[in-house]
């Protein structure tokens, strides 16, 4: 158990529809990383937050969007969903601003049908 | 920009056979390197890093070494077990691009057979 939680772990919706996913860091880490683990595209990043603000963005899509809260977890909300949306979303958190190692979180599966 | 390549797989072996999976990698500065495993339904573990040039990560009976002159960082186990079926992940994170982001390979996975 790496400490990092994510809700919820299986996600499935349709086309067109709006989700917001989940992630609670290690305690005492004060950054956060979204990942998306697709077939095709493999494991991607896609943002950073340290602290409750935006550090670093990856291959995010404009209909995703993350933010990250005074109590530091941290949402990401994806919108018009499309079928090749559907993948693994991954959270990972490290301690701060250099170069720690990162813990992932188990993921949430979203299906978009 | 950086980039990692591992061997493909899948990667069949059976128990106590010798383990070897390549990881090659390209940036631009002085990256870490990682080895993280994902075992069936569940997420991603780190299993072992290194820093610097000439560094020996290990855990569990892994091993790997950062190679700067080969930019290799090949993961070898001496004696695999069942147990370590799984999908191994090399990475790198790279100071030169101004973002703590992992940069992963494809993923390797492999299975051991009793």
């Known amino acids: 158990d790496s400490g990092v939680t994510q809700t919820p772990k299986h996600l499935i919706t349709a086309t067109g529809q709006r989700v917001t996913l989940r992630c609670s860091p290690r305690?005492?880490?004060?950054?956060v990383y979204w990942y998306q683990q697709s077939l095709d595209q493999g494991l991607q990043f896609l943002i950073q937050?340290?602290?409750?603000?935006?550090?670093a963005k990856g291959n995010i899509l404009e209909r995703f969007s993350a933010q990250q809260f005074p109590d530091l977890h941290s949402e990401l909300n994806l919108s018009s969903l499309e079928l090749g949306d559907s993948a693994l979303y991954f959270c990972a958190s490290s301690v701060g601003g250099s170069w720690e190692t990162q813990y992932f979180g188990p993921g949430t599966r979203l299906l978009v049908l | 920009g950086d980039s990692v390549t591992q061997m493909e797989g899948p990667v069949t072996l059976s128990e106590e056979a010798f383990l070897t999976i390549n990881c090659t990698y390209t940036?631009?500065?002085?990256?870490?390197l990682f080895w993280y495993v994902q075992y069936p339904g569940e997420g991603l573990q780190l299993l072992l890093k290194a820093t610097k040039a000439d560094d020996k990560g290990s855990n569990k009976g892994f091993e790997a070494t950062y190679r700067k002159e080969t930019t290799s960082f090949h993961l070898e186990k001496g004696s695999v077990q069942v147990s370590d079926s799984a999908v191994y992940f090399c990475a790198l994170s790279d100071p030169a691009q101004g973002a703590q982001k992992l940069v992963f390979g494809q993923g390797t996975r492999l299975t051991i057979n009793p």
């Open positions: 937050y340290y602290n409750g603000e935006e550090r």
């Open positions: 940036a631009t500065g002085y990256p870490s």
């Open positions: 305690s005492g880490d004060l950054s």
